[in-house]
């Protein structure tokens, strides 16, 4: 099976910052991926699919890229609702497996 | 109002069995696929199984394969999950989640409050 990894585990970072979080699947998936934000204590919700496609009503500062084994979330300005941790999940076949997550907080 | 509502879960003995329910209301549930996702506390999420609109196919994560069977009712808009032998490790809150499909790409756009279930004796 694809086993997806996401670096790095966690991140602080300053409101306003770029930040950048990486997923990388052991075999190629195209571009099959999806990650979704969960906000402490809060049911997870998607922000992008097909790798680079926002979810309608997210904002436009996330963005992704990437396919085939490497993939990135950009959040182009970090606000202080960012404060989630975020998974990739590979959508190509079964199994649908997740990320290990990237915690990201306010410094 | 669009929602998934999960129910069933609760404290259970290694080796028990539980049966969690998943109930769609305020859409069309019956073209909709259904994923069951699970976290344990304190952890990241776990893709459990998947359903079809017809139930005619069906995946399972190989930590459940041979334990967990999901199955669905359309005419009650509903999508199960049995549990059996179930271990320590299945302890977590377990959701359902609504995909769907953009051509060739799905995400999940509906999940539930989510149902916990603990596994000890």
């Known amino acids: 099976d694809i086993q997806m990894t996401q670096s790095p585990s966690s991140l602080s970072a300053s409101v306003g910052d770029r930040v950048t979080i990486t997923c990388r699947a052991s075999q190629g998936i195209n571009n099959y991926l999806a990650w979704y934000q969960q906000k402490p204590g809060k049911v997870p919700e998607v922000l992008i699919y097909a790798a680079s496609t926002l979810q309608s009503g997210v904002p436009s500062r996330f963005s992704g890229s990437g396919s085939g084994t490497d993939f990135t979330l950009t959040i182009s300005s970090l606000q202080p609702e960012d404060v989630a941790t975020y998974y990739c999940q590979k959508c190509d076949s079964a199994p649908f497996t997740f990320g290990p997550g990237t915690k990201v907080d306010i410094k | ?121």
């Open chain 2, 1 to 121: 109002e669009v929602q998934l509502v999960e129910s069933g879960g609760g404290l259970v003995q290694p080796g028990g069995s539980l049966r969690l329910s998943c109930a769609a209301s305020g859409f069309t549930f019956s073209p909709y696929e259904i994923n069951w996702v699970r976290q344990a506390p304190g952890k990241g999420l776990e893709w459990v199984s998947y359903i079809s609109s017809s139930g005619s196919k069906i995946h399972y994560a190989d930590s459940v394969k041979g334990r967990f069977t999901i199955s669905r009712d359309n005419a009650k808009n509903s999508v199960f999950l049995q549990m059996n032998s179930l271990r320590a490790e299945d302890t977590a809150l377990y959701y359902c989640a609504r995909i769907d499909w953009n051509y060739f790409y799905f995400h999940m756009d509906l999940w539930g409050k989510g149902t916990p279930v603990t596994v000890s004796s």
